[in-house]
């Protein structure tokens, strides 16, 4: 049975596109055949993040109004078997669609693939309405962030209002030396206060800047530790829900270590 | 010397702990958003429900205390108002709508 899955946030720029890039990248990996829709429309992302900018034809806006036909729209992934991208039209606003054309369109992209993954644009107005439509569930991303969180928290409100069943957490940009310091929110107070199921935590790495230059996601790197967080928020995603989140422990030296034995530096902090 | 032996051992750092500054101005955030009131809109129900309570009771003014707290499922309006004595009134009640106690 496919899957609709819309990746959200409220808040620009705490990595939603990377976000479905990557699980996309991941769940295909899997065998699972991954469609990631860029739902941005005037402002698309997705298909750089991809690097498939340069593969564009047609848009989503094409295939609404019936200018081709799906097929023509979506670009395979040459990388990754079972990989398509359906790109935002960049020329466009977001009211050239509606909610019952995504609803449409969602619709008949699950008879062909296992996973739809749906690039919400920030905001909560018309963008944020035309991607929840077709949705069968919703992932919030945010980041260990005052602003970041109050607007997941109203993400999170107007995704029960839409009917759809309560969302998971992909906490991004974290930071285990600043949680350790105290300088950071852990993965325990945002969940306390957002109070919804994590799905995992990706930290904060160089890898994410370098693989956006290259539009290779790092999900694709084996040697990457974010390409590792991603891989298992994929697998838990998926269909395998037990698969442990990464184990994100500062690795502290011999000195830290030594303090700690003598009572002179906090205890360890884990974000599992 | 101490702050080469602070560079040893970590001394007292001035970072850390900003995370608590956080997660309180998030819980307070978070609360208000929900009840949709501003600060100056919660001083004055507070002033109004205190003026009504004073009718009854001699309140302590200073000691009162509002607070908006997050339950289970909803926003919760807790507070702490001190009682000093009963004020004397009239054995039967007034007629409704008649007699606003001066502020």
Same mark, same amino acid.
């Not at chain 1, 819309?6 to 990377?18: D, F, H, N």
């Given at each position: 049975?496919?899957?609709?899955?819309?990746?959200?946030?409220?808040?620009?720029?705490?990595?939603?596109?990377?976000?479905?890039?990557n699980l996309g990248v991941a769940l295909a990996q899997q065998g699972?055949?991954?469609?990631?829709?860029?739902?941005?429309?005037?402002?698309?992302?997705?298909?750089?993040?991809?690097?498939?900018?340069?593969?564009?034809?047609?848009?989503?806006?094409?295939?609404?109004?019936?200018?081709?036909?799906?097929?023509?729209?979506?670009?395979?992934?040459?990388?990754?078997?079972?990989?398509?991208?359906?790109?935002?039209?960049?020329?466009?606003?977001?009211?050239?669609?509606?909610?019952?054309?995504?609803?449409?369109?969602?619709?008949?992209?699950?008879?062909?693939?296992?996973?739809?993954?749906?690039?919400?644009?920030?905001?909560?107005?018309?963008?944020?309405?035309?991607?929840?439509?077709?949705?069968?569930?919703?992932?919030?991303?945010?980041?260990?962030?005052?602003?970041?969180?109050?607007?997941?928290?109203?993400?999170?409100?107007?995704?029960?209002?839409?009917?759809?069943?309560?969302?998971?957490?992909?906490?991004?940009?974290?930071?285990a030396k600043m949680v350790q310091s105290g300088d950071m929110m852990?993965?325990?107070?945002?969940?306390?206060?957002?109070?919804?199921?994590?799905?995992?935590?990706?930290?904060?790495?160089?890898?994410?800047?370098?693989?956006?230059?290259?539009?290779?996601?790092?999900?694709?790197?084996?040697?990457?530790?974010?390409?590792?967080?991603?891989?298992?928020?994929?697998?838990?995603?998926?269909?395998?829900?037990?698969?442990?989140?990464?184990?994100?422990?500062?690795?502290?030296?011999?000195?830290?270590?030594?303090?700690?034995?003598?009572?002179?530096?906090?205890?360890?902090?884990?974000?599992? | 010397?101490?702050?080469?032996?602070?560079?040893?051992?970590?001394?007292?750092?001035?970072?850390?702990?900003?995370?608590?500054?956080?997660?309180?101005?998030?819980?307070?955030?978070?609360?208000?958003?929900?009840? !949709?009131? @501003?600060?100056?809109? $919660?001083?004055?129900?507070?002033?109004? %429900?205190?003026? &009504?309570?004073?009718?009854? =009771?001699?309140?302590?003014? !200073?000691? @009162?205390?509002?607070? $908006?707290?997050?339950?289970?499922?909803? %926003?919760?309006? &807790?507070?702490?108002?001190? =009682?000093?004595?009963?004020?004397?009134?009239?054995?039967?009640?007034?007629?409704?709508?008649?007699?606003?106690?001066?502020?």
């Open positions: 049975m496919s899957e609709c899955i819309v990746i959200t946030s409220g808040k620009g720029g705490v990595g939603k596109t990377t976000t479905t890039a699972h055949t991954v469609a990631v829709v860029d739902a941005d429309i005037g402002l698309r992302n997705l298909d750089v993040i991809l690097g498939l900018e340069n593969r564009i034809v047609y848009d989503l806006v094409h295939v609404i109004e019936g200018e081709c036909r799906l097929k023509q729209g979506l670009i395979k992934d040459k990388r990754l078997d079972g990989l398509s991208l359906l790109p935002a039209a960049q020329t466009r606003d977001k009211n050239a669609v509606t909610p019952d054309q995504m609803r449409k369109l969602v619709a008949e992209l699950k008879e062909h693939f296992d996973y739809v993954l749906v690039d919400c644009p920030a905001g909560i107005e018309q963008g944020f309405k035309n991607a929840v439509a077709g949705a069968d569930k919703a992932i919030i991303v945010t980041t260990p962030e005052v602003s970041a969180i109050r607007d997941a928290d109203r993400i999170i409100g107007m995704v029960e209002a839409a009917e759809l069943p309560e969302p998971q957490l992909i906490i991004n940009r974290f930071r852990n993965k325990e107070d945002i969940l306390e206060i957002l109070a919804i199921p994590l799905l995992g935590v990706v930290p904060d790495h160089e890898d994410i800047i370098v693989s956006a230059n290259r539009g290779v996601p790092v999900a694709f790197d084996d040697e990457s530790l974010v390409g590792e967080a991603y891989r298992r928020i994929g697998r838990r995603l998926g269909g395998e829900p037990d698969v442990p989140l990464l184990d994100l422990t500062v690795d502290d030296g011999l000195w830290t270590t030594i303090k700690r034995w003598m009572g002179l530096a906090p205890a360890r902090e884990v974000a599992r | 010397m101490r702050d080469l032996f602070n560079r040893f051992f970590g001394g007292p750092k001035t970072v850390g702990k900003s995370k608590e500054e956080a997660k309180q101005r998030l819980k307070f955030l978070l609360i208000h958003d929900q009840v !949709d009131l @501003t600060p100056a809109q $919660l001083d004055t129900m507070k002033a109004e %429900i205190l003026e &009504v309570i004073a009718k009854y =009771v001699e309140i302590d003014q !200073d000691g @009162t205390e509002f607070k $908006l707290e997050k339950e289970e499922d909803c %926003i919760a309006l &807790v507070s702490s108002i001190p =009682v000093r004595r009963v004020v004397e009134r009239p054995a039967s009640p007034p007629p409704a709508g008649v007699t606003p106690a001066p502020a």
